[in-house]
């Protein structure tokens, strides 16, 4: 199994995903264009199947050109909104499966209703995951085109909280930078973000990226960390619970 990360250097700095197989199986997902899909598939003659996370425009766009190239169905949840969409995903859905790897569907309400992120699964137990706009590095996504923070929060509470601090975190865009600064703006005291500021301060973000676990995320990522006393202290909320900390944080991220 392989996994490939292509990055778009547009304004939105989105990622695409080719997952491979060694059965030769070959999912894409959300492909920003088919051109860089296409060339990185090269004389691959086939692609499996298309996953969108959701359907904002710069998550399914080319989806059209590469079903007319490669005639596979394109997943999304069974509510998202996609031109094309062949088959309707549902909390916990396999799309793939072989005897050692398998990619289910995760739903993942917030940043919009629709939502779904996907799990990679090894010998059955998560190994990595694809989040779309849901979570980023060191940040979640927004809620301004369908979404709900209330409804975000829940899904980052309730589910990526839960998941193991080994498991590899594919995001649907390059915010690295930029969340980190936030957090660092929320939590001065935060070394660990220091430190990973730091170092990719020095660096061509536009040629190099990062996967990151979530070990790291639970140390750099605010929205994880919504009961730490310098963020509550920072926020004026020390004695407020999990939610709303996570709500004033997503409001002040929007205006940041
Ligand atoms: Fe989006």
């Known amino acids: ?25 070959i999912y894409c997902i959300d492909p920003f264009t088919a051109q860089e899909v296409r060339a990185f598939l090269g004389d691959k003659k086939s692609l499996t199947g298309i996953i969108n996370t959701h359907d904002h425009w710069d998550h ?3 989806n059209g050109e590469l079903v007319e190239t490669f005639n596979c169905p394109v997943f999304a949840h069974v509510k998202a909104n996609i031109p094309g969409m062949t088959k309707g995903l549902l909390d916990g859905d396999v799309i793939y499966k072989n005897s050692e790897w398998s990619l289910e569907s995760l739903y993942t309400p917030g940043h919009t209703l629709s939502h779904i992120c996907l799990m990679l699964k090894k010998d059955g137990k998560p190994y ?3 989040t779309g706009d849901c979570f980023f590095n060191a940040g979640v996504g927004n809620c301004h085109n369908g979404g709900d923070p209330e409804i975000l929060f829940a899904t980052i509470h309730d589910i990526f909280s839960t998941f193991p601090d080994e498991l ?7 915010y690295l930078k930029r969340n980190l600064e936030f957090t660092m703006d929320i939590e001065a005291s935060n070394t660990e973000a220091e ?17 990151n676990d979530m070990k790291i995320e639970r140390k750099i990522n605010t929205f994880l960390r919504l009961q730490n006393p310098a963020i509550q202290r920072k926020l004026n909320m020390s004695n407020a619970d999990d939610k709303e900390v996570f709500i004033k944080l997503r409001e002040l991220r929007n205006k940041w």
């Open 195 to 211: 430190k990973f500021l730091a170092e990719i301060t020095l660096l061509d973000l536009n040629e190099i990226f990062f996967i």
């Open 128 to 130: 990595a995951v694809f």
């Open 60 to 62: 399914h766009q080319g």
């Open 1 to 25: 199994m392989r996994i490939q990360q292509i990055f778009f250097k547009n304004t939105l700095r989105n990622f695409c995903y080719v997952i491979i197989f060694d059965d030769g199986a």
């Open 168 to 174: 590899l975190v594919y995001p649907g865009h390059d």
